[in-house]
């Protein structure tokens, strides 16, 4: 019978069923189950290791990446100081930068019978 003349449906099933019964035959084998075993153990060490491997450079990204956090932590912290002595220049306070007096007029709107 010529393949071509076939079903595709009936062929792909034919085809499945054949390379299924190999399958099955060839891992009935002692040496085919002890290689698949083996193969099996070499990718569970390697996953193993993997993990290893990743946990390890986790935790040497984070205590490396510190000291970039603290001095990024330590920069916001002093500018959210700089923004807070502006608000306070700038809603009326007396002082300015370092105790200096602030300028004349400094941090006030215009007044309300100024016409400009």
Known sequence: MDPTDQ???????????????????????????ELVA?????????AQTAAQDGAAALAAASTVGGSGLVECERRIAELERRVAELESERAG?????????APAGAGRGPRPDDPR
């Open 38 to 46: 083996r193969l099996f153990q070499g990718f569970a060490r390697d």
């Open 93 to 101: 306070g007396s002082q300015g930068r370092a105790g200096e007096p």
């Open 7 to 33: 079903n595709p449906e009936d062929l792909a099933r034919r085809w499945l069923a054949l390379w299924q019964d190999h399958w099955a035959q060839s891992l009935g084998s002692p040496e085919t189950a």
